[in-house]
């Protein structure tokens, strides 16, 4: 088991997300980060990154739910948290799921994915 990090930061020129993991991927609104079973996922706003703070991560509609334990913010009382969930331990396949985040009072949606590799 191991700890995924996901780096939140704004694109240049536009209010969409632009993210990096700790397995090389980034790219601009969307990437695939490859998980484990069991594993520890972590969203990271990126400091002066843009976004001012994450307002939910969950599974999108007709996604399947791969976390035994929901995203939720590392502290509640802090918006600009990291947020953390964990990897079921059966899981399987990909999931497409939503971060909310605001800019100033503005909010919006991006729709990254996450792919669950065989753990054997």
């Known amino acids: 088991m191991s700890t995924e990090i996901i780096n939140i930061s704004k694109q240049e020129g536009n209010n969409h997300l632009y993210l990096t993991d700790n397995e090389g991927?980034?790219?601009k609104d969307n990437i695939t980060t490859n998980v484990k079973p069991g594993d520890t996922v972590t969203w990271k706003l990126v400091?002066?990154?843009?976004?001012?703070?994450?307002?939910?991560?969950?599974?999108?509609?007709?996604?399947?739910?791969?976390?035994?334990?929901?995203?939720?913010?590392?502290?509640?009382?802090?918006?600009?948290?990291?947020?953390?969930?964990?990897?079921?331990?059966?899981?399987k396949g990909n999931e497409s799921y939503s971060?909310?985040?605001?800019?100033?009072?503005?909010?919006?949606?991006?729709?990254?994915?996450?792919?669950?590799?065989?753990?054997?």
């Open 25 to 27: 991927h980034s790219g």
């Open 47 to 91: 400091p002066n990154g843009g976004i001012d703070q994450i307002m939910g991560i969950t599974a999108k509609q007709n996604s399947q739910d791969i976390f035994s334990a929901d995203p939720a913010p590392v502290n509640p009382n802090d918006p600009a948290s990291d947020w953390k969930g964990t990897v079921s331990k059966n899981a």
């Open 99 to 120: 971060i909310a985040y605001k800019i100033g009072n503005e909010s919006f949606v991006d729709d990254p994915e996450l792919e669950v590799e065989d753990d054997g």
